[in-house]
């Protein structure tokens, strides 16, 4: 069984076809989700989609790249939606300076908003980080200081120095389809070093689809080839694998029963 930790079930690619997507996930052995809000105004969608399903979880939070149109969002509107019982992750959230879509300046408060609500709700906070290293890391520390919260770093691509910063505060890692990309060898070596209690599996889909699926709308029913990809870079049977990153998820997401 395996755990796509990172989807992204509202996007417009899926309109069309979200019960046969479904189907062929739990066809493939995927038998937990967890959904990602973006944006508050697509929450609403994104919470339907967990409410309609039984192994779909979802998170509430605002990406970086839209920290400008919530400017002023506090962490009291993550807690209070975060008291729904199908929310198990505050998120996503964090640092993107390679799009550079948002104000960093409006990037950080918005990721600071979220770390207060990670940090009362005590759900783990899925972080985004891109070309931020160095910022990122700093204020993780800052925040962790003032009062610890649970953190996951999602999808790392980011350098060896963020990495160890991240683990001295005990943070998950997500590794996707990148793992099976032939170019991705630093993200193998940095991912490579993160205690195996750590890591868990993720899709990041409709982006990112794992070889030999590359360039197609990505789907969780591929999550299959990300720990194939995953279980070769660690010397593990892919069963192994799966079962490791599934127990690792289920205790990074509380939550979920
Ligand atoms: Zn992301």
């Avoid at 105004?41 to 399903?53: F, G, L, S, T, W």
């Avoid at 195996?196 to 999550?223: F, K, Q, S, W």
Wanted: some cysteine; glycine content about 6%.
């Amino acid at each position: 069984m395996y755990f796509d930790t990172h989807v992204n079930l509202h996007a417009e690619q899926f309109a069309q076809d979200l019960p046969d997507v479904l189907a062929r996930a739990r066809a493939a052995g995927v038998s937990r989700m967890v959904t990602i809000c973006d944006r508050l105004d697509r929450y609403p969608a994104v919470k339907a989609i967990a409410e309609a399903n039984d192994d779909i979880n979802c998170t509430v939070g605002v990406h970086p790249h839209y920290a400008k149109d919530y400017w002023s969002l506090q962490a009291e509107t993550l807690v209070a939606e975060a008291a729904h019982p199908k929310v198990c992750g505050i998120g996503e959230t964090g640092l993107d300076q390679h799009y550079g879509y948002s104000d960093i300046v409006l990037q950080e408060r918005s990721f600071v908003e979220h770390i207060t609500a990670a940090r009362e709700t005590r759900l783990p906070l899925v972080v985004h980080t891109r070309e931020a290293d160095d910022l990122t890391g700093d204020i993780l520390e800052r925040e962790y200081a003032r009062g610890p919260f649970q953190i996951l770093m999602h999808c790392y691509t980011s350098g060896e120095r963020l990495a160890r910063r991240a683990m001295d505060l005990d943070a998950y890692f997500s590794v996707s389809g990148i793992l099976s990309f032939k170019t991705a060898n630093e993200v193998r070596e940095v991912t490579g070093r993160v205690p195996l209690d750590r890591v868990i599996l993720e899709t990041d889909c409709p982006y990112l689809a794992p070889m030999p699926h590359r360039g197609r709308r990505n789907e969780p029913a591929y999550l299959r080839d990300v720990c194939r990809a995953f279980a070769a870079q660690r010397g593990l049977s892919q069963e192994d694998a799966a079962q490791l990153t599934m127990a690792n998820a289920l205790r990074l997401f509380g939550r979920i029963q």
